[in-house]
């Protein structure tokens, strides 16, 4: 049972264009959002997360759109770097149902930015 | 900052050998550190939940018995695979978090089985 679902297992972009990543749950418990980033042999770093009661949290280049009643996340990242090319993972907790902040990942998506 | 360390970074050994692997959190106190395993094109599975000075909380499936968790410090993780087998090789990576902070992850160990 997949509660985390990253549904696209790959993603290319052009450098300098916006790149979309989605991600689906379907655990009505999860109010907390993560988005990691992953390079080869290299554990997730973390990238920017969202709490259930905001809609969109931005850092720089990066923001993260939470739609509740669709219970779909996405990570936008604008513009694209060759240097952001790497597996992003979304992960999700229960954070108010003292689930001691276990999270629960989808399987990841690779995005290639091409220069 | 929110450097977390994992040690050793690849282990190769025969079949009935125990493994120990390390975490640590460099520059935080880690309350919690949990410990995932990823089989190739999965996701990462939560193996077990450990917090400071106390026994650790396994998710369903994981025996506690092969796999032993200590959290003897707040830097300080251990997991031990006891009597490892082909079955076991897998990439074990551990995460670190402070408080209410996000998880913080080491880079992993990949363990091979012979």
């Known amino acids: 049972d997949q509660q985390v679902k990253q549904n696209s297992p790959s993603l290319s972009v052009q450098e300098g264009r916006i790149s979309i990543l989605n991600c689906d749950y379907t655990?009505?418990?999860?109010?907390?959002f993560l988005w990691y980033k992953k390079y080869p042999a290299e554990g997730p770093t973390f990238l920017i997360s969202?709490?259930?009661?905001?809609d969109k949290n931005e850092d720089g280049r990066f923001t993260v759109f939470l739609n509740k009643s669709a219970k779909h996340l996405s990570l936008h990242i604008v513009p694209s770097q060759p240097g952001d090319s790497a597996v992003y993972f979304c992960?999700?907790?229960?954070?108010?149902?003292?689930?001691?902040?276990?999270?629960?990942f989808g399987k990841g998506t690779l995005l290639t930015v091409n220069p | 900052g929110a450097v977390v360390s994992q040690h050793p970074s690849r282990v190769i050994c025969k079949s009935g050998t125990s493994v120990k692997i390390e975490c640590r959190s460099l520059?935080?106190?880690?309350?919690?550190m949990f410990w995932y395993r990823q089989f190739p094109k999965q996701s990462l599975m939560l193996m077990a939940t450990?917090?400071?000075?106390?026994?650790?909380?396994?998710e369903q499936g994981v025996e506690k018995d092969k796999f032993l968790i200590n959290h003897a410090s707040l830097t300080l993780s251990t997991l031990t695979v006891t009597s490892a087998h082909p079955e076991d090789s897998s990439f074990y990576i551990c995460?670190?978090?402070?408080?209410?902070?996000?998880?913080?992850f080491g880079d992993g160990t990949r363990l091979s089985i012979l």
């Open positions: 992960a999700a907790s229960a954070e108010s149902g003292g689930s001691n902040y276990k999270l629960t």
């Open positions: 450990s917090n400071e000075g106390s026994k650790a909380t396994y």
């Open positions: 969202i709490s259930s009661i905001k």
């Open positions: 520059d935080f106190q880690a309350t919690t």
């Open positions: 655990n009505s418990m999860f109010d907390y």
């Open positions: 995460s670190a978090r402070e408080g209410q902070q996000p998880q913080h």
